[in-house]
């Protein structure tokens, strides 16, 4: 089946390091996917990883991937407070094909 | 800016009746997917077009339907509106299969549609 997970809330103090994670079911799945999104606004892809990679690294953005355990996750440094929105863990098989999004983890930043 | 555009930004329906959304994509992106944001959820996958022809579904009833034109521009149907269509409705286009990275499917920014 297609199922991706992700808890519903985390809060962080500013500065701290943000760690949120995903698990997903389907393993036939090679883009895994963290999308961002603000309210009201539209979806903005932060970043994904392929399945047979472990880690990726961008800039402030840190993605860990368990393939045996189809865990995924996202550590964000330095959280600033213009990390604030809803973190979207997603799935795909192929560049084009359907995406599978998790409820989506609300990040918020407290001074 | 992901090239994508949608329109309406915003729209207000009642109960039973029908509407059209619009999608716009970039040149030469073949591909066109529609999701359902409903509040507090993730995007779900409605359905997706390739060179105009529908190229799976997800789960949801035939009164959802869509076109893909030969522009790079498509729309997304809903016939029989119900409370429960409320949602946020996006786009998302990219190239086609086998022609792009994972960063090459681009979401529009939406359509937030309220049944009443």
């Known amino acids: 089946g297609e199922d991706v997970e992700q808890s519903l809330f985390l809060s962080v103090r500013e500065g701290d390091s943000s760690v949120i994670n995903c698990t997903y079911t389907?393993?036939?799945?090679?883009?895994l996917y963290w999308y961002k999104q603000e309210p009201g606004a539209g979806l903005q892809l932060l970043t994904y990883i392929f399945s047979n990679m472990d880690m990726k690294q961008d800039q402030r953005l840190t993605v860990l991937l368990n393939k045996k355990d189809k865990h995924l996750s996202l550590r964000i440094a330095d959280t600033q407070t213009g990390d604030s929105a809803i973190y979207f863990c997603?799935?795909?098989?192929?560049?084009?094909?359907?995406?599978?999004f998790g409820s989506g983890t609300r990040l918020s930043i407290r001074p | 800016e992901t090239g994508v555009t949608q329109s309406p930004t915003h729209l207000i329906k009642t109960r039973g009746q029908q509407v059209t959304l619009r999608c716009s994509s970039q040149s030469g992106h073949n591909t066109v997917s529609w999701y359902q944001q409903a509040l507090g959820q993730g995007p779900q996958f409605i359905f997706q077009?390739?060179?105009?022809?529908?190229?799976g579904r997800g789960n949801f009833p035939p009164r959802f339907s869509g076109l893909q034109f030969p522009n790079y521009s498509s729309e997304l149907n809903v016939n029989a509106l119900e409370l429960d269509d409320s949602a946020l409705y996006l786009c998302a286009s990219s190239p086609g299969f086998g022609q792009g990275a994972a960063d090459t499917q681009y979401f529009g920014p939406g359509t937030r549609l309220t049944v009443l």
């Open positions: 389907d393993s036939s799945s090679t883009y």
């Open positions: 077009y390739y060179r105009e022809e529908e190229n």
């Open positions: 997603a799935e795909s098989y192929s560049s084009a094909s359907k995406i599978i």
